[in-house]
């Protein structure tokens, strides 16, 4: 699905962030949380694409991870979402993702692959997960909502060397239609922000979702 050196290539930017001919867009700094976002400009689409640096003081890599890939524990949390599910297509394993758009705006949709791989490097274990628009046919375009083709997103965690972790995102799609810029920027420069703090207060509550996921009793 992905290469290995794909993965190599995410768990290097916590040693050497490559962010030379990257605009530093926004840095934000809170209790327990801090990030500072990149972006650089894609002359083909005429969009941006985003790099993310952040730390959680008190949240360990392996709950991050876990978080990061419930996606029916982030159907709870995340307000966007839509829909949200698994799929299945002969080889093929994915994701369809739905997210809400403000008002007198369409929903966009993904169909992607995606992939998580632990692996240890240069003397750390390091969460790695890829992703990647994929078609699957069994997923037909709907009716009032946009599908979302290029799409495409890297993201790996270690630990910060304490009881928290580090993170690492490299973001790109292209969402369609006439988005006017001013609410791409906004979403970019609030929108991330917000999502990282909604990220943090999930993982903080993650331990109590799962021991009630675990004994609730099905009749």
Known sequence: MFQAIEFEQACQEFE???VEGWELFVETTNTNLKSTIYRQYNKESGLYQYKIYGELADVTPDVCAQVYMDHEYRKQWDSYV????????????????????????SNRDYTYLRELREIDHNGKHVWVV????????CIPEKSGVIRVDDYQQKAAIVSNGSHGCKAYMHYYDNPKGMIPTWIINWGAKTGVPQFLK???TSCKGYPEYCAKKKNVVVL
């Open 16 to 18: 050497e962030p490559r």
């Open 198 to 200: 909604q990220m943090h």
């Open 130 to 137: 890829l992703a990647r628009s994929e078609v699957f046919n």
């Open 82 to 105: 839509k829909d949200l599910f698994e799929i299945h297509e002969g080889d093929k394993h994915g994701i369809y993702w739905q997210i809400n758009f403000p008002f007198m705006m």
